[in-house]
């Protein structure tokens, strides 16, 4: 009978289009040898503990380098799991090819060869002792997860935040980069300084340069006063500049200049102001696809890049629905916590959007007060005990859409003047005390100011 590992079979399991879950067991380290090509020669040894894919290119993003011209920037990636090792194609130029056989998306054995552009590589077994577990815990700061996914970054995370190198954190819409990176703030031995949000894609173009380095009082029209920017307001802390990605090219080299130098000048002025920032940057973007493309510079790049932490996306989280469901329902006054019935179905969603998909998820359901908590209560119609506001709602007979909106709106309004009085109006606090970044619920307290 074969076996179901894969390491001990004597064929090549292909595995295209599924949902991968890697199994929980003792990690194992890996070596790759180079047998033909540019780097002939050459060994890698792959680093199971890391919770980043293991990237085959020619970025210097990758860990596997290769000089190779038929290779392309981020050609593969491989992941360790356990006593397995699995690679995928990333979209390359010029294809994956394991053991004769094009590949998409493959478990290895050990011996494997793999070609990709004009170099030859084999996989085998390292004699290297395996290295340390991942962390016991489920959670680092105000990131929360108990899946072998997160607690695989949760020691990267603290040896990161020991450190005062540049972090890129690199993740799906949603999946909580922000609050890591605030998290890495809170653990570093900066916690005691600022922590100062930019964020590329909530400003105007023409307003950024300002906005990074501040302006001197008529610089343009409209400064009619001298405002610092957000480097100087870092100062002895740390800058987040979330989706860097989406940072106009010309103001690309300004950035770099001021990280590599250390200082600013403001816009329309003359003194340049020496800074002590540390820099976490964040991007749903593949930067190494942005470079290529010539969308995102190459030096930046390089520079932001020492510390790279990748974020799982939510569906890949295996149990991980469940515990974040169960602690946002707590945070955000729901009682004694969703129907478990409920739970079985949100672990089956895809989440898209991620944590803060799921986030809104529970603050609707709650705000439904049970009108929706299961399939047969959804047709049933509307009940007295209901509340007034999704009572008032319902009334107006608004598509399901807008309706959702309107109540998801009406119970964040409610919930953010609740918490805070609760916390004496401070909203450091409040943010903490609910689970989320202090920018996004700012973010939140802003909207619910409008409405």
């Known amino acids: 009978m074969t076996s179901g590992n894969p390491w001990d079979r004597d064929d090549l399991s292909t595995v295209v289009g599924q949902r991968y879950q890697p199994a929980e067991e003792s990690a194992q380290a890996y070596t790759v040898a180079a047998l033909e090509g540019p780097d002939q020669g050459r060994t890698?040894?792959?680093?199971?503990?890391?919770?980043?894919?293991?990237?085959?290119?020619?970025?210097?993003?990758?860990?596997?380098?290769?000089?190779?011209?038929?290779v392309s920037r981020r050609h593969a990636a491989l992941e360790v799991a356990g006593s397995r090792l699995r690679v995928r194609d990333l979209d390359s130029a010029n294809g994956t090819v394991v053991d004769g056989v094009a590949v998409v998306d493959a478990y290895l054995r050990p011996g494997s060869v793999a070609r990709v552009g004009d170099t030859t590589l084999r996989f085998d077994r390292s004699a290297e002792p395996a290295p340390p577990a991942p962390s016991a815990a489920d959670r680092f700061g105000k990131v929360l997860g108990a899946s072998l996914e997160m607690r695989r970054v949760y020691p990267?995370?603290?040896?990161?935040?020991?450190?005062?190198?540049?972090i890129v954190i690199e993740g799906e819409t949603g999946t909580g980069k922000e609050v890591l990176a605030e998290s890495i703030?809170?653990?570093?031995?900066?916690?005691?300084?600022?922590?100062?949000?930019?964020?590329c894609t909530t400003v105007a173009a023409s307003l950024v340069e300002s906005e990074l380095f501040g302006h001197e009082r008529g610089a343009f029209t409209g400064a009619v006063a001298t405002r610092r920017g957000v480097f100087e307001q870092a100062h002895g802390?740390?800058?987040?500049?979330?989706?860097i990605g989406d940072l106009p090219l010309p103001l690309q080299a300004k950035l770099l200049r001021a990280i590599e130098r250390a200082e600013v000048r403001r816009v329309g002025g003359e003194k340049s102001f020496i800074v002590n920032v540390r820099i976490v940057a964040a991007t749903r973007r593949d930067l190494d696809r942005e470079v290529q493309e010539g969308r995102f510079r190459d030096d930046l790049f390089h520079r932001l890049a020492v510390g790279r932490i990748e974020l799982p996306p939510l569906r890949r989280r295996r149990g991980d629905v469940a515990l974040l469901a169960r602690e946002l329902w707590r945070a955000l006054g729901g009682g004694k916590g969703p129907p478990n019935e409920l739970l079985a179905r949100?672990?089956?969603?895809?989440?898209?959007?991620?944590?803060?998909?799921?986030?809104n998820a529970v603050a609707r359901q709650i705000a439904l007060a049970g009108v929706v908590a299961t399939p047969a209560a959804e047709e049933d119609p509307p009940s007295a005990s209901e509340s007034a506001l999704v009572s008032e709602i319902l009334a107006l007979d608004l598509p399901l859409p807008l309706a959702r909106m309107r109540v998801v709106a009406?119970?964040?309004?409610?919930?953010?003047?609740?918490?805070?009085?609760?916390?004496?109006?401070?909203?450091?606090?409040?943010?903490?005390?609910?689970?989320?970044?202090?920018?996004?619920?700012?973010?939140?307290?802003s909207g619910a100011r409008r409405r």
Not at 237 to 243: C, K, P, S
């Open 346 to 359: 949100w672990e089956e969603e895809a989440w898209p959007g991620n944590v803060r998909e799921l986030r």
């Open 237 to 243: 802390g740390t800058l987040f500049i979330d989706e």
């Open 156 to 166: 990267l995370a603290e040896r990161l935040a020991r450190t005062d190198v540049p």
């Open 185 to 199: 703030h809170e653990a570093s031995a900066r916690a005691q300084g600022p922590y100062v949000v930019f964020d």
């Open 410 to 445: 009406a119970f964040e309004k409610l919930y953010i003047a609740r918490i805070l009085a609760q916390h004496g109006g401070n909203a450091a606090e409040a943010a903490k005390a609910s689970g989320i970044a202090l920018r996004y619920f700012n973010v939140l307290r």
């Open 44 to 70: 890698w040894l792959l680093d199971p503990s890391s919770p980043n894919a293991i990237f085959i290119g020619q970025s210097v993003a990758c860990a596997i380098r290769l000089q190779d011209r038929k």
